[in-house]
């Protein structure tokens, strides 16, 4: 009986690798189905066959705005449910994960995968400054400062008041 495939990758660098290859290889894409990044790690089979494990690192382990439990990485980003996109620098997390890891570390990655952290890197950098000048909330920064530049807004309230009952 064969011995089985040693296993030298951590599960959740296996799941930043299987959702980062989905966002290089589906750039318009904005997040995925739990169940497309599960498929997506089974496929590159970095540890031989899909570990029991990865499921739940999509599902919480490796979610940063959900609560650690136990584990606290910060490499996905529920952006509603059933869905993740990697994780990125503005990103609101749960602050138990304060200073946990969110890309796996260069040392830590097989052979062919180190251009992932670049392509992460310019990818961070790429939607940070696009959602700057998109954004439709951002966009609003200040656009309510003259409603009470004729009146003091507590005189404004009380006009506003006359009328009720």
Known sequence: M????KV????????????????????RQ???AVEEIVARVEKEALAGSLRPGVYVHVVQHCVANRPPNPGRYRMLFETSPGR???????????????????????????????PLL????DWCAGVSRSAQKTDPLLS??????????????DEYVQRLREDWA
């Open 30 to 32: 904005p997040d995925f």
């Open 140 to 153: 609003l920064a200040g656009s309510g400062k003259r409603l009470w530049s004729d009146e003091h807004p």
């Open 8 to 27: 030298e990758i951590k599960v959740a660098d296996e799941v930043w690798i299987g959702t980062a290859l989905l966002h290089r290889e589906q750039p």
């Open 2 to 5: 064969p011995a089985p495939p």
């Open 118 to 121: 670049t392509w992460y890197r």
């Open 84 to 114: 993740r996109r990697l994780f990125r620098k503005g990103d609101a997390y749960h602050p138990a994960r304060e200073g946990a890891k969110v890309t796996p570390y260069a040392e830590d990655l097989p052979d062919g995968y180190h």
